[in-house]
C-alpha cells in the first residue's frame, strides 16, 4: 500500500489516564465522536498498558479510525505498529532511532518525531521525517516531563530554519502542547510573521490531547478546532 497522503490540520493525540479522561470506559466512544467532527489522525499514545493491552487497543481503533479514512498512528512503539498494520509511528527523542524505525517500516508509512529545537528539526528533516512534532509550545498538565518549553518563538524559529534548508516544503509540521481554542489562532497567526521577513510560515496542523479527550462534547470541540485550524491553513 503507498505511504497515504495525510491531512495534518487536527490531530488527536489519545491519553487515557483518569486526568485526561474522567471515564475510561468512554475511551472509543470519544475517539469516535471525534471522528464524527473531523479530526484528520490519529495517535494511540498509551504509557501505561502492557504490550498484550496496546495491541489489543490499537486493533480496536484502528477499525475505527478506517471506517471514517483516518490514519491511526501509534506512540513509541514500532513493534506495535507492526503487529497492528496501521499507518505509522511517532517517536520521540528518546525513543527507537528514525534510521531504524524507516528500516523496521519501509517507506510507505508514516513516521512523526517530536522535536524541541532546531539541531533535532534538521536532523529529523534529514533521517527522512514525514512530519515533525513540534514542542512542547505551551506548560501542560497533560505532559509534566517535557523537556523544554519553547513557546511560539520556539515554533518560529523552527520553522524559519527549516524554510531557509529547504524543508519548509517537504516535511509536515504539527505542535502540541497547551493547545486550545483560544491560543490555536495565535500559535498559527504567530508563526506567519518572520520580523522583517516578508516570507510566511504555517504550521500544517495542531496536535491536542485534552482540548478534545477532555472536553463535554468531544465532537463539537473537534469541530470548533477544525473550523480555527482551516482559518488559518489559507495562509499556507
Ligand atoms: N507532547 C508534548 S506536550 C504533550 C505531548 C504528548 C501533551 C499535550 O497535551 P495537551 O492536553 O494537548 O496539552
Ligand atoms: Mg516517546
Known amino acids: 500500500m503507498p505511504k497515504p497522503k ?11 489516564t483518569p486526568a485526561v479522561l474522567k471515564d ?3 475511551f472509543f466512544d470519544i475517539v469516535e465522536k471525534a471522528l464524527r467532527g473531523g479530526v484528520t489522525l490519529v ?3 498509551e504509557k501505561t498498558a502492557d504490550t498484550g493491552e496496546i495491541i ?5 481503533l484502528h477499525k475505527l479510525t478506517k471506517k471514517y479514512e483516518v490514519p491511526l498512528l501509534i506512540n513509541d512503539r514500532v513493534d506495535v505498529a507492526l503487529a497492528v498494520g496501521c499507518e505509522g509511528v511517532h517517536i520521540g527523542q528518546d525513543d527507537m532511532d528514525l534510521e531504524t524505525a524507516r528500516e523496521l517500516l519501509g517507506d510507505d508509512k508514516i513516521i512523526g518525531v517530536t522535536v524541541s529545537n532546531v539541531e533535532e528539526a534538521i536532523k529529523a528533516c ?4 514525514d512530519y515533525l512534532g513540534i514542542g512542547t509550545v505551551y506548560a501542560t498538565p497533560t505532559k509534566t516531563n517535557t523537556k523544554s518549553i519553547i513557546g511560539a518563538a520556539g515554533v518560529r ?4 530554519v527549516m524554510d531557509s534548508a529547504g524543508y519548509y516544503e517537504k516535511v509536515n509540521t504539527v505542535c502540541i502542547g497547551g493547545l486550545n481554542k483560544t491560543n490555536i489562532p495565535r500559535i498559527l497567526y504567530q508563526s506567519q510573521h518572520f520580523g522583517d521577513k516578508p516570507r510566511v510560515l504555517v504550521l500544517n ?3 491536542v490531547v485534552s482540548a478534545i479527550m477532555s472536553a ?6 473537534s469541530k470548533e478546532l477544525m473550523t480555527l485550524v482551516n482559518s488559518s491553513q489559507k495562509f499556507r
Open 6 to 16: 495525510v491531512n495534518y490540520s487536527l490531530y488527536l493525540v489519545t491519553d487515557s
Open 24 to 26: 475510561p470506559s468512554q
Open 43 to 45: 495517535q494511540l499514545r
Open 56 to 60: 489489543g487497543i490499537a486493533k480496536k
Open 126 to 129: 534529514e533521517g527522512g521525517a
Open 157 to 160: 524559529e523552527i520553522l524559519a
Open 205 to 207: 496542523g495542531v496536535a
Open 216 to 221: 463535554d462534547d468531544p465532537e463539537e470541540a
